[in-house]
């Protein structure tokens, strides 16, 4: 049975959803709501949020004139999703961890944005595709976090999301799966670089096996990329250019794209590798020195 406010407000099958998707993404904006659960209905999108704003079980983020609408859950949201059965064992939150866990400060919130339209992309994406699948986008890092071990020191690793999706085959389908690593250019690029050797260490070790239920050993048979997106070209040229240099150099296991470009076509032919940088950046070399 659908939840119900006392006053006003029945919660329906999509407006649970709605509640759901804003505890995992944090803060969501009014086109990221109206692509995910009202694709194609624009006006019904922003009727149904305004009641349920209205209702009390989510909020606005104040804003200036002229700025999108961002919208968080509320604790009369959470809680009418947990009364209702929709929350599960591992995300029961107090008052206080809810708090803590809504709160997004001025400079992140570019950050988780960008998060947001990245997944956006890629779920409208695949929705109208016929070769491939979402079957999970994550962006809550405490279901997939890792630690590894570099030097003496073990270093954690908090993914901006991960992503799993299936290729659909005449014979038989095919599963991938990503982690998500989402730059707006606050991190040095020694940085970025840093968390990458990082997913290779948790290749390597047989980490991510382990995570997959499989055992240390079996690395190859659980094999994932990391997916990282850029503010500009000159970035994702600069990171390629970076993972070049560094020992052993990466080959295909980091793609890299600008928000720009993953937004606009996720699927397209817009990643890049530190292999394909290399017989770009050698082609215009040869092609001005010959």
Known sequence: MPATDLRNVELRERDVSLLADLL?????TLDHVRSLHFP????????????????????????RIGEPLIL???????????EAGHVGDDLHLTPKAFKRRMAVSGMTLTHELMIGDVRTAFTTAMRENKRFELLDFDVWPRR??????????SVPMK?????RFME???????????????????????????????????FRSGGYAESRGGKRDEQKAYPFRVLVIV????RRNNLAERLLQTQPPFSTMILVTTQAECVRDPLGDIWMTAAAWRETRDFHLRSITE
Not at 40 to 63: C, N, S, T, Y
């Open 168 to 202: 659909k085959g005449k014979d038989e389908d095919t599963e991938y799966d990503f982690f998500l690593e989402v730059d707006t250019g606050s991190e040095t690029l020694e940085r970025v670089v840093e968390k990458c050797l990082n997913y290779r260490e948790h």
């Open 72 to 82: 968080h859950l509320t604790w009369k949201g959470y809680a009418s999703l947990k």
């Open 40 to 63: 194609g209905k624009d006006e019904m999108a922003k009727k149904r949020v305004q009641r349920l704003k209205a209702a009390g079980f989510i909020a606005g983020r104040p804003r």
């Open 24 to 28: 995992e993404s944090r803060v969501m």
């Open 231 to 234: 503010r500009s070209a000159e």
């Open 159 to 163: 993914p901006d999301g991960h992503v």
């Open 144 to 153: 997939y976090d890792f630690s590894v071990h570099r030097g003496h020191a």
